[in-house]
């Protein structure tokens, strides 16, 4: 651990992270090395990102061929990699038309623009959003404006006005809050940052079924969630209902600074129209061969499949700490989205880990959080909960 190295990064940036004393390197597998070569079984992914896991031959020649051939566009033209990534974002996430973006937080901000152009077209006078208790949509003005947290939100007031929070999986809190205003309904099918907290098929279906009853666009946030990680493409697949508007990134772009939003033709016909929202960067030839090229690898290795295999190693797994240790009160999640309750501080646990060689984060107040990159193997799931066992005893 270089201390020298962090204090003099620490004294160069801004402090919004408490960053592990660790300084990583290199990265093979499900894999990350320090400098002095100590290797750090990774159950986080750079947030739940690097899909494929560190070195992916195939994926980083991809990427050096095209910074070969061209880095930069601009929207105002289409390159050769504008098609194959769209097709393919459009095809595995069962949505009509995609807007690349270059983060989650962005294609959470350019869903709720899409949904407020779409009610302003029809001129229903709807703008109000109706958002989940737990939630997390990002960091920028519009997304922290629908994030179900009060400390994220708290500094930054006033927020978008017309925000209200349901509680999730509760339809009758979400009930109670439509009116003639309601423009959209955002939520994750599966909470990341809030603590692993999965929908129930009622409560998807419900929301999808008050949605088409009052004229209101669904918007499901799977820039966590979304991408195989819950052994579908999509974790909206899983509940057959389909969303008006998608968002997507993390795992997406497998480390390439990538998101996009997608929407239905029937949005669309209503929604952005040329000159309505814009980015200079998003979707440009690096960001399209990365989302191209990790798709391919996805479909043709069927990594949905591999994520509900090991998912349900990791689960039976989990499950036993569950039973073994007190201080573990419940399991959480599904696919490689997982966590467990506790009652020890999760910083604890997170931080014995790092010493141990493994990476793991927290999500909500006390969930030891479990999204590692989705090519992990069961012997790897193993290693961890090893880990975690000398950890807890
Ligand atoms: C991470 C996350 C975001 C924000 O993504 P950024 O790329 O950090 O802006 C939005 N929604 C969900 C569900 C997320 O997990």
Known sequence: MDNQYMKEVQDAIVHTYNPFPVVLDHGKGAYLYDEEGNAYLDF???????????????????????IDKLCHTSNLYFHTRTKEAAQALKKLSGMDRIFFTNSGGEAVEGALKAARKYAYTKGTGRYEFIAMEESFHGRSFGAVSVTGHEAYRKPFEPLLSGVRFAKYNDLNSVKELVNEKTCAIILEPLQGEGGINLATEAFMKGIRKLCDDEGILMICDEVQCGMGRTGSMFAWQEFGVRPDILTMAKAIGNGFPVGAFAMTEKVAEFSLAPGDH?????????????????????????????????????????????????????????????GIEMTVPISEITGKALKKGLLVIGAGSNVLRFVPPLIITEKEVDRMITILKEILE
């Not at 739940?48 to 896991?53: D, E, I, N, T």
């Not at 440009?284 to 090229?293: E, F, I, Q, S």
């Not at 391919?296 to 569950?322: C, M, N, Q, S, W």
């Open 278 to 338: 814009g980015t200079t960067y998003g979707g440009n030839p690096l960001a399209c061969a990365a989302v191209a090229k990790t798709a391919e690898i996805f479909e043709r290795e069927d990594i949905p499949a591999h994520v509900r295999k090991v998912g349900t190693y990791l689960a039976e797994k989990l499950d036993e700490l569950v039973d073994t240790y007190s201080c573990v009160v419940k399991r959480k999640g599904k696919g490689l989205m997982q």
């Open 44 to 66: 986080a992914a750079g947030y739940a990102v690097c899909s494929l896991g560190y070195g992916n031959e195939e994926w980083n020649q991809a990427l050096k061929a095209q």
